[in-house]
């Protein structure tokens, strides 16, 4: 057409004004491109696009890797290929429940290319692009974290046997003093059963305190408590505790240890271990008693 129109023609210089508006939309689209992929490919996890079908349309560097696909091979795939286990009405489900701007959050278990499988939490948005249905999916490996949440339910297992085995009464309370946690030589000691103690283990009602002298003590003033207030451990303190409701009473020799959180001056929690002297402590007693009566000066 250019070569058909004398030079100088008005419609020349019209075209020639096309072409450049075409040039600079042309670079204005690559460099949205640009930006788009440089945006997919600086999120850490792995983030894929996908049709109406569940087909993939684009992805970024953190899912080629996670599924181990290159880029073109995995625009090929649908999303049953990277997550099996999904029902074949999938993705009609996801536009019949999925709201448009909304983000479901769900864990599931994705597909690698060589077969080997890990778990994900996936975040999935829904969206419109001139009139067609998108859906973007976040998918984080939750591997690491699966695997810290099985290793701290072995320890905390562990722990528990632990507990259970020490032949000392062990209750832990929080910083507000309510107790979260005891083994069951606590609640032996203390005539009352494990849920009581949860339950009533930090009621000042539920008990009459006394110290090693049989002096009435505060509740506050109990080495639990004490040890939250100070930020200190105290230990070896004997105490008498009577159950208002079994009007059982016990001595007990115990020792509080304040536990703390990296940064935090106040102590989060903390931890008393007693153990029964009741039978030491008549013991006592009555050797004082004896001697009393004897009116002779310390013996074996």
């Known amino acids: 057409a250019r070569r058909q129109l004398p030079a100088g023609h008005p419609a020349l210089r019209e075209l020639d004004a096309a072409v450049r508006e075409i040039e600079v939309m042309r670079r204005n689209a690559r460099a949205t491109e640009a930006r788009q992929r440089s945006l997919l490919d600086a999120v850490p996890d792995a983030v894929t696009v996908h049709d109406a079908d569940g087909r993939i349309l684009d992805a970024n560097a953190a899912a080629c890797a996670a599924f181990g696909y290159p880029l073109e091979r995995l625009r090929g795939l649908n999303l049953e290929d990277i997550n099996p286990s999904l029902p074949p009405d999938h993705m009609t489900r996801v536009w019949r429940e999925l709201t448009l701007g909304h983000t479901d959050t769900t864990i599931t278990t994705n597909r690698r290319a060589d077969g080997t499988r890990f778990p994900v939490e996936v975040h999935s948005n829904a969206y419109l692009v001139d009139g067609m249905h998108r859906l973007v999916a976040v998918a984080r490996d939750i591997s690491a974290r699966i695997d810290s949440e099985q290793a701290l339910r072995r320890s905390e297992q562990h722990y528990r046997s632990l507990l259970e085995a020490v032949d000392k009464g062990i209750v832990v309370q929080d910083r507000h003093g309510r107790v979260v946690s005891a083994n069951a030589a606590a609640a032996r000691f203390l005539d009352v059963s494990f849920d009581e103690l949860v339950r009533e283990g930090a009621s000042p009602g539920f008990w009459q305190c006394v110290d090693g ?88």
């Open 213 to 300: 002298e049989g002096r009435p003590i505060p509740w506050q003033d109990l080495p639990g408590p004490t040890a939250l207030r100070s930020g200190r451990v105290v230990e070896s303190t004997t105490l008498g505790f009577l159950n208002r409701r079994s009007g059982r009473f016990r001595w007990v020799l115990a020792t509080s240890v304040p536990q703390f959180v990296d940064g935090d001056p106040r102590p989060h929690q903390v931890i008393s271990v007693f153990g029964d002297v009741t039978e030491l402590k008549r013991q006592s007693e009555l050797f004082n008693q004896t001697q009393q009566l004897a009116g002779i000066g310390g013996w074996e």
